[in-house]
């Protein structure tokens, strides 16, 4: 669980995908409360994934928000769902990506649409360095010489 929790912990929101069933909550839950633990006051979003569509997402992201709101006090935001395809099943059988294997498909175009609207976060200020800098930098590579030129 330590190199999951480690790629999490950013300055800027988190998103966590997870599938409806009591061990996938759990899980869900768990990170949540290892994260605020170890950061106070971040900002946690969670993606509903393999889900029938956006009414069981958000019926997902409810269960996952009471209990987070019950016993840690804190309520994540709901960041959106991929719906289940047997396209996504393909990919995972073939140890790939949706996206790049199957492009059109419904869980591909909602990964693009989360992926778009991630892309909009504001960048994180004053980050710690090491995993963080690296992962940054990896993720968006355009954003150090952005930053530098807004220097």
């Known amino acids: 669980?330590?190199?999951?929790?480690?790629?999490?912990?950013?300055?800027?929101?988190?998103?966590?995908?997870?599938?409806?069933?009591?061990?996938?909550?759990?899980d869900a839950y768990g990170l949540i409360k290892v994260l605020t633990r170890r950061q106070p006051g971040c900002r946690i979003e969670v993606v509903a994934n393999m889900v029938d569509g956006p009414v069981q997402g958000r019926a997902l992201y409810d269960k996952l928000a009471r209990v987070s709101h019950r016993f840690l006090g804190i309520a994540p935001a709901y960041f959106g769902c991929i719906p289940y395809d047997d396209y996504l099943r393909r990919a995972v059988r073939r140890q790939s990506t949706v996206?790049?294997?199957?492009?059109?498909?419904?869980?591909?175009?909602?990964?693009?649409?989360?992926?778009?609207?991630?892309?909009?976060?504001?960048?994180?200020?004053?980050?710690?360095?090491?995993?963080?800098?690296?992962?940054?930098?990896w993720v968006r590579p355009g954003l150090a010489n952005r930053q530098s030129a807004a220097q």
């Not at 190199?3 to 909550?25: F, K, N, Q, Y």
């Not at 199957?102 to 175009?109: K, L, V």
């Not at 609207?117 to 200020?125: L, V």
């Open 1 to 26: 669980m330590r190199s999951r929790v480690s790629l999490s912990l950013r300055e800027i929101e988190r998103v966590r995908g997870t599938l409806d069933g009591p061990a996938s909550i759990t």
């Open 99 to 137: 996206v790049e294997s199957y492009p059109g498909s419904p869980s591909a175009r909602a990964f693009g649409r989360l992926a778009a609207a991630a892309d909009k976060w504001a960048a994180a200020s004053g980050m710690r360095g090491g995993l963080e800098f690296f992962m940054e930098r």
